[in-house]
């Protein structure tokens, strides 16, 4: 377990493997775990950062509202601190957003970008999360004992096939998520656009998308394909929101054919 200390809070992330740095960013209610057997693939040519957003996981979160543009800045305090200068970064969900909104502010400090299951527009969110957007709700789901955990496990056999791996994941990092955390966070993704800037991005983009994803709309592959001159969307007809636990062999194989090149 290492950590550092950054101006707004504890950055906490575990590193694995030699070779060229990769920095792996979790969904929305996730955490660095996420990204285990991604970094056990990778090592043999990549050294892998696996970070916990600041209210998330084990990184601070103590009263603190943090936005997607806060995240952006947190990655480039841990570049900075860990005197990364240039590296590959990916993420899942929201990760994934961060991970290409950091590419449109430090275009010098982002070699190429992978996106799992990443809204593009906060429009491609499921209605579930843009409800969890709206403070009274997200208040309400806390207020009820049980009520959130309950849920997502009876929703959970419809978001992945792994869904028991799932569930104990999900379960143990929404223990660890505030609702501030919760809230203003996924408010955040809900008003974020990247359309308009999409042109600008002029390294390799690879989108990952499960064609039974739930959680935000695989259509956002397209509008990737759309908008980033060098993007290539990868579509996976038997998986959900999460690729790399529905379909890890073929998961793995795009990503490292991906940064290989």
Known sequence: MSSIVTDRGVIHYETYGRGQ????????????NYWLSTMEVLADGYKTYALDFWGFGE??????????TDYVEMVA???DQLGIYRARVMGHSMGGTVSLSLALAHPERVQRVAMVGSPITGDGLALMLKLAAKKPLAALAYSIPGALPLGVRLASPFLTRDWRRWSEMFQQDLSRTTLESFHYSIASLRHTDLRPRLREI???VLGIYGRNDRIVNPNQGEILANGVPLAQVVYFEHSGH??????????HQTLREFLDR
């Open 202 to 204: 002029k390294i390799p």
């Open 59 to 68: 990184s601070g979160k103590k009263g603190l509202q943090f936005k997607v």
């Open 77 to 79: 305090q841990f570049m």
């Open 21 to 32: 740095p990769v920095i792996l960013l979790h969904c929305w209610l996730g955490s660095w």
């Open 242 to 251: 999460f690729p790399m636990l529905d379909e890890p062999e073929r998961f």
